[in-house]
């Protein structure tokens, strides 16, 4: 009896032992988050405007995403909310520190992160960080408080379609993820590119700000435009778009043709180039003369106006003139040979025109030569041309005259240069 009784008391007292170490194990584990049973901690006491309903005793303190302490109770003081935050271990906190309550994961959990500020500001001490430093909790629901209802449907209604939308792709997420970088590269060259001086964004902007403006009122237009382009497209892919395609093989040949004939264009143009050149200067004189012609044929009208009936008046005088020439006909030929033989006297005489004029002229003096009242006479001299010895072979020297003189020459003749004894010095 006594050796069962030492068995069971050293059973009980092994159970014992275990139950209380499962007990340590236990209350380890269940105060591990918040350090150490009887670790040295340090308290703070920071203010806060707003904390929000997700800050709860026990949350983490972290300073630079580190966990350093938690919550170890929150209050109301003076129109502040107080949370008071215990640290782990002994650790300064100066008088410049500053705290902010941030969001823990998308579950609205929350964590107080911790800034113990600089030794040159000295110690904190009992003290709270004020309010004016902190920054409090900035929930979404207080975001949406901000939006009416119609919009926290509609963006409520977004989210819900994007996550269906996107349940079961996570594998082309993934790939975009993948390509991510690349593509931001490819962004940011095209950013550095727009904003680029030479790029001139603002000003290409702008003209498709007028081009924009340009089409405003011409929808109608345009969406013909875009009717009359699918019926082209239809046309084009007619028969799987085998036409399109011999005329596509056909092309090149067909655009080599037509290099050969530009080129063979070049010395026409080359011409026409010279004709238009040399026919400016006349089309400007007559773009000159425009208004002047402009002005003959208006002022022109009322005289053209006439023209029929002076024509009308005319008409008789036209067929007697009409019968008179045809009457006149045979007498052309006799006088045109009668003009032609006319001719070699006329021409020999033309020379002789001023004399002849002269002629006239003396003969008219020579009439008028008033003798007596009512009676006219008139002198006449005869040059004598006696021959000396040869019959008049040699020209007598005391005569000055030319029975023949050339033309122009019959007003230089003198009577000699000794006076005429036979005529008695009469000229």
Same mark, same amino acid.
């Given at each position: 009896?006594?050796? *069962?009784?030492?068995? =069971? ?27 150490? !049973? ?43 909310? @107080?949370? =008071?935050?215990?640290? %782990? ?61 119609? =919009? ?22 993934? /790939? ?10 490819? $962004? ?22 007028? $081009? ?26 007619? /028969? ?16 080599? /043709? ?17 004709? @238009? ?32 009936? *002076?024509? %009308? ?30 001719? !070699?006297?006329?021409? =020999? ?17 020579? *009439? ?38 050339? !033309? ?8 000699? $240069? ?10």
């Amino acid at each position: 009896m006594a050796a *069962v009784s030492r068995s =069971t008391t050293r059973s009980f007292l092994a159970g014992l032992g275990g139950v209380v170490v499962l007990g340590g194990f236990v209350f380890i584990g269940v105060t591990a988050s918040s350090g150490l !049973p009887g670790a040295p901690v340090t308290t703070v006491r920071a203010e806060f405007d707003e904390v929000g309903a997700s800050l709860k005793v026990g949350n983490d303190v972290r300073e630079n995403s580190t966990r350093i302490g938690e919550v170890s109770d929150l209050s109301y003081e003076n129109g502040h909310a @107080v949370a =008071t935050l215990e640290l %782990d271990g002994n650790v300064p906190v100066y008088e410049d520190a500053k705290a902010q309550v941030w969001d823990q994961s998308a579950l609205a959990k929350k964590f107080v992160e911790i800034d113990r500020g600089h030794q040159g500001s000295g110690r904190l001490g009992d003290r709270a960080i004020p309010a004016e430093r902190n920054v409090g909790s900035a929930d979404l629901d207080n975001v949406l408080d901000a939006l009416d209802p119609r =919009t926290r449907d509609a963006l409520t209604s977004t989210l819900r379609e994007v996550g269906s939308g996107g349940a079961g792709h996570g594998q082309d997420l993934n /790939d975009i993820a993948g390509k991510a970088p690349g593509i931001l590269r490819g $962004l940011g060259n095209t950013s550095g590119a727009l904003s680029d001086p030479q790029t001139d964004l603002p000003g290409l902007l702008n003209r498709a700000d007028d $081009l924009v403006g340009s089409l405003h009122g011409r929808e109608r237009e345009l969406a013909g435009l875009v009717r009359e382009i699918g019926d082209t497209a239809g046309a084009a892919a007619v /028969d799987d778009g085998a036409p399109l395609q011999d005329s596509l093989r056909a092309l090149p040949a067909t655009l080599s /043709d037509t290099r050969a004939a530009l080129n063979s264009l070049d010395e026409p143009l080359s011409d026409v180039h010279s004709a @238009v050149s040399d026919i400016r200067p006349g089309a400007s004189a007559l773009g000159s003369a425009t208004p002047d012609v402009r002005g003959v044929l208006r002022e022109g009208t009322e005289p053209l106006n006439m023209v029929p009936g *002076v024509a %009308d008046k005319a008409e008789p005088a036209v067929e007697d003139l009409t019968q008179t020439v045809a009457d006149a006909r045979p007498l052309v030929s006799p006088l045109s040979r009668a003009l032609s033989d006319a001719a !070699p006297p006329v021409n =020999t005489l033309a020379q002789y025109s001023p004399e002849v004029v002269a002629f006239f002229r003396n003969i008219e003096s020579m *009439v008028s030569t008033s003798v007596a009242p009512g009676v006219h006479g008139a002198r006449v001299g005869v040059a004598a041309h006696p021959a000396i010895a040869d019959g008049g072979l040699i020209k007598d020297p005391l005569q000055g005259q030319d029975p023949y003189p050339a !033309p122009g020459e019959v007003y230089k003749q003198r009577t000699g $240069l000794l006076p005429n004894i036979l005529t008695g010095g009469g000229q």
